[in-house]
């Protein structure tokens, strides 16, 4: 089992940043993919990042540019840096860890609001 807290989802103005963390527990040895996804209201959860153990990334094409996804193995922690915060990136964003066996574990979510 892993266990995954967020935290620093806020509200910002359009063209601010915020910094979401993930730290994991439990049988952190076993995960290889940590991530985030965001779902807004009224829309299908979507990916927004993905690094893998050995530090390779994937963007979606609409943070490409602006947001970061960053980890620390050391304290399985995953981060993301937004920038350049835009009103549709008002969702909420889940972190994500996926084991070497191809299983799945989510967060509670935290919230992001960006105002225009």
């Known amino acids: 089992q892993v266990q995954l807290v967020e935290s620093g989802g806020g509200l910002v103005q359009a063209g601010g940043s915020l910094r979401l963390s993930c730290a994991a527990s439990g049988s952190i040895f076993s995960i290889n993919v940590m991530g985030w996804y965001r779902q807004a209201p009224g829309k299908q959860r979507e990916l927004v990042a993905i690094?893998?153990?050995?530090?390779?990334?994937n963007y979606a094409d609409s943070v490409k540019g602006r947001f970061t996804i960053a980890r620390d193995n050391a304290k399985s922690t995953v981060y993301l840096q937004m920038n350049s915060l835009k009103p549709e990136d008002t969702a909420v964003y889940y972190c994500?860890?996926?084991?070497?066996?191809?299983?799945?574990?989510w967060g509670q979510g935290t919230q992001v609001t960006v105002s225009s």
């Open positions: 690094i893998t153990s050995g530090g390779s990334t």
């Open positions: 994500v860890s996926t084991t070497r066996g191809a299983r799945s574990y």
